[in-house]
């Protein structure tokens, strides 16, 4: 039974929603924040004391009040070089690690292509440990890393991050969460999710989807992964294995899925779908997706039904999912920017055919605004929480 | 952007929290109330002194104590017969009122058939008035309306129960929270919801559910509607409309739906597929779905084949849900208690073949334990929930 929080909860809570905004909308005046979060000047001026005094603000004449003539006002500004976290993400061909500044200002990015072929999270988890090396060096003294969080292509265990399942990387049963802990040296798992999961949260939270608190993202590669957010918070489920709208079967005499059972949704419009179709080699990736797309563009007949036969079932699912969670949008990532790009006619159509008009008369078609990081950026956002929900002693 | 709460939020939440506990619990004691909130026994003593001076509580001597020797330990009552709501249900053959008193008691029912093919909202309007007049006439002098809320199996507009769409019904476009509204006398519409989602919600907060924050609730009757709870909260979507998972397509080669699609999961488990495949008369409701269930129990070979279809595709639905929401639990309301019950063999062998493991594993299917008053009960947990919000001043 929840109950009211005591005054230093109310702190709290307040010194975490002032830091929360200046890490996403970066520098803010007193007035702005004043305004902003409907508290008085004075609890303001003491909210950014303590943080300042925490190192984790600092207040300035903003850059282009520099120089100028007359009493400039001040603003709050987040200490994006000396508090940090570290991002990683696993996909499917390669392997990303990031140090993140508060505000969510990218300080080192380390990039590795993915050995393909490898069942064992060690093999990512060696060139990661490299990636923290590196930026540990980059970290100028004094700086304070808050967590790490970690996006990945597969179904995770919330609670320490184990990887249950991940198809396209053939993985099965990895501890991530645990061995990224030992890395980083802080004796907990990291907190890894899914990385459709993390994605949908990055678009919430500083892209596409800002402020629209009912969210699905799709994610496409091999796989298909799913992001729901729902009246602003993301709908994981119990164990955290929400999300795998790719197992939606959608096609009962389908073909077989890497899951074990036919007509998933990823076995139509997976990238493997839309390469067979098109008549390619159907593990040609990203690579081949572009030129399927390339070729519909300058008129091949294959490619152009290959493209609107994926447009369809597309639709399909997409008209499903709008019928059970009614959202604002839907974003397409991944590869299935792409293919919904080249086929949103088709997509459009399906989902009017098939979704039912009040579900669908408000919602939103949209590519993602954060690009190949999104995940990433996520994995940062995950990483932040902890020092928003307790900002002076995460 | 949230900001901490006041001194007086804190109270306003700390009595919204006690008087919850006993609204489901029924009478405590002080030192169970201490327990349960976590509050020391002072602020327990003062949030009832003014809970009970709003006339909400009252303390008094437990009833097996009555009469017994020795100091009697107080228990805190909610006021029951003095604080109540007004609670409708709008089912495909029925029209219920029912006064409910704090703390969940019935204290007035009245129930009537609906007549069928009726495509106006005032043809249940008015026997609704005529109940209503009756528990008005019913209400003890001093006794107070905290609300109404109302169930309808259709899709309801959230923000002012504007019934958009309730093909069970043949209802579309009727102002129905705007029309009880009038006839309980507030000027507000009132609170209308879809009855899945009402369901999910009674049997969340005090049924099968209780305690369990990820559901999937199924309703059927002629139509498949669902109730989601994700994390603890209702997933209704942007204006209302989520949880339509009747008509998620499991079928394109299927057959017409009511909506405009094909083979949606409604054409397949509602009770007209259930009967058709049978080879009974499709309109039979109820009774013809009883009467198939037991033709099979006894060994009627068509009504054997017919459950085995349905369940199959039962489980087929189910099991898509599983990997959308990763659910604890999915109860099985309306007619497809009966249906689930008659194929739970189909419906877990199906669920074993599409679901992801690790989405399914935890999974608990049930039959709904507030039987068919689920959603007249939710909507009058929907109308006391403004009490519980401010309770001195809803």
């Not at 009040?65 to 987040?78: I, N, W």
């Not at 184990?162 to 990224?180: F, H, I, M």
């Not at 709208?245 to 077989?256: E, I, L, R, T």
Request: proline fraction near 5%; hydrophobic fraction near 45%; charge should be neutral.
């Amino acid at each position: 039974m929840r109950v009211g929080p005591s005054q230093e909860e109310i702190r709290r809570s307040n010194l975490g929603a002032l830091l929360r905004s200046v890490h996403l909308h970066g520098a803010m005046s007193r007035a702005d924040l004043t305004t902003s979060l409907g508290l008085n000047r004075s609890t303001i001026g003491a909210l950014t004391a303590d943080l300042a005094g925490a190192g984790l603000v600092s207040e300035g004449v903003p850059r282009e009040q520099r120089g100028r003539a007359g009493r400039p006002s001040l603003v709050v500004r987040p200490e994006s070089e000396k508090v940090y976290v570290y991002a990683f993400a696993v996909e499917v061909d390669r392997i990303v690690a990031a140090r993140v500044g508060l505000g969510g200002v990218l300080l080192d990015r380390f990039e590795a292509a993915r050995p393909r072929g490898e069942h064992d999270a060690a093999t990512v988890v060696a060139p990661i440990a490299d990636f923290v090396r590196k930026m540990q060096l980059a970290s100028p003294a004094g700086a304070r890393l808050i967590g790490s969080g970690a996006a990945v292509s597969a179904m995770v265990r919330r609670d320490d991050g184990y990887v249950r399942l991940g198809p396209q990387l053939g993985w099965a049963d990895q501890p991530l969460g645990e061995a990224l802990g030992v890395l980083v040296g802080d004796g907990r798992p990291v907190a890894v999710r899914n990385n459709a999961d993390l994605a949908a949260l990055a678009e919430h939270t500083r892209g596409a989807a800002a402020g629209c608190d009912n969210l699905v993202y799709l994610y496409g590669d091999a796989g298909i992964g799913g992001g729901i957010i729902a009246a602003g918070r993301p709908v994981t489920g119990h164990g955290g294995y929400g999300g795998e709208v790719g197992h939606m079967v959608v096609n009962p005499n389908g073909k077989p899925c890497s899951c074990g059972s036919h007509g998933c949704w990823e076995t139509e419009i997976g990238e493997h779908a839309l390469l067979a179709a098109a008549g390619r080699n159907a593990t040609a990736g990203r690579e081949g997706i572009l030129a399927v797309v390339d070729a519909a563009s300058r008129g091949d007949n294959t490619a152009q039904a290959a493209m609107r036969q994926v447009g369809d079932w597309l639709g399909f699912g997409v008209a499903n999912l709008v019928n059970i969670f009614n959202p604002e949008m839907v974003i397409f990532g991944g590869t299935l920017r792409e293919v919904y790009l080249a086929s949103a006619a088709q997509v459009r159509s399906r989902l009017n055919r098939n979704g039912l008009p009040a579900c669908r008369e408000h919602v939103r078609l949209r590519t993602p605004q954060l690009g190949q990081d999104a995940a990433l950026i996520g994995a940062a956002e995950l990483a932040f929480e902890p020092l928003f929900a307790d900002p002076l002693f995460a």
